[in-house]
């Protein structure tokens, strides 16, 4: 083969084919030391640098991605070690609460303490009437009321994140002088519908649907399962059935 039928057959090359033949043989530049230093590349500074420069230029950007990934992964994994700890503390209260009315004050304060959060509300479903009376965290309401009043927030299982309707709101943190904007809400359910748990902020964007509620469930989780026995202690006269029946 002439040389120039060498250039013709290199002419007609596509750059698909070259960089085909470049990633399948990447050691192609190992013995080029001349070709390395004649091709150039352009730079945002407006000269002309070496293919090496470029790769060197490349690693740099790559290595500060990771870096900021890196810290950023960091800043999250702490973030969440200390929600996990303040949820601990929460729960440990709640457990050791000898009622109701405990059990909604150890809520309350941890939520606007701890958390720092606006609001705290858990509203118990029953039609029976308890020896407790609202207050701080706890509200006492019908299921009939509830549906009628949250409607479709009640069908699933999972956090509910956002602003929600004004009428809704109201009626999850009632008597507020600074109302509520924005709402994370989870259905407590144990055998049917035993309230709702739900946390508020006067900030209109804080609670969004994108946002996660891993901790917030895994308070609700709890909450589904201590609410029936200890409003079975209010209520010796009246069966679990009836407490906690299912609100459709």
């Known amino acids: 083969m002439t040389e120039q ?6 002419g007609g090359l ?11 043989n990447p050691d192609f530049f190992l013995d080029q030391d001349e070709l390395l230093r004649s091709l150039t590349l352009p730079h ?13 230029h490349l690693f740099r950007e790559q290595r500060d991605t990771l870096r ?4 950023e992964l960091v800043s999250i994994a702490r973030h969440n070690d200390r929600l996990f700890e303040k949820s601990k503390r929460l729960l440990m209260q709640v457990i050791e609460a000898r ?12 939520i606007r303490g701890d958390f720092g959060l606006d609001a705290a509300s858990v509203l118990l479903f029953t039609d029976v009437d308890l020896p407790v009376t609202s207050q701080g965290a706890l509200h006492v309401v019908s299921p009939e009321q509830a549906k009628e009043r949250l409607g479709s927030l009640l069908d699933g299982a999972r956090a509910v994140c956002g602003q929600f309707r004004e009428s809704e709101r109201s009626f999850l943190f009632p008597d507020r002088e600074e109302p509520i904007a924005s709402v994370a809400l989870v259905p407590l359910r144990s055998d049917g519908l035993v309230g709702v748990f739900a946390v508020g902020s006067c900030e209109p964007g804080y609670f969004d649907q994108s946002m996660g509620s891993l901790f917030l469930s895994y308070i609700s989780d709890t909450l589904s399962r201590l609410l029936p026995p200890m409003v079975q202690r209010h209520t010796s006269a009246a069966p679990v059935a009836g407490v906690i029946a299912e609100s459709r």
């Open 68 to 71: 900021r990934e890196l810290v």
């Open 5 to 10: 039928t060498a250039q013709q057959k290199a």
């Open 14 to 24: 596509t750059r698909e084919q070259v960089a085909d033949y470049l990633r399948a």
């Open 44 to 56: 945002d500074s407006g000269r002309a640098i070496s293919l090496v420069e470029r790769q060197v």
């Open 99 to 110: 009622n109701l009315n405990d059990m909604a004050a150890a809520i309350d304060d941890s």
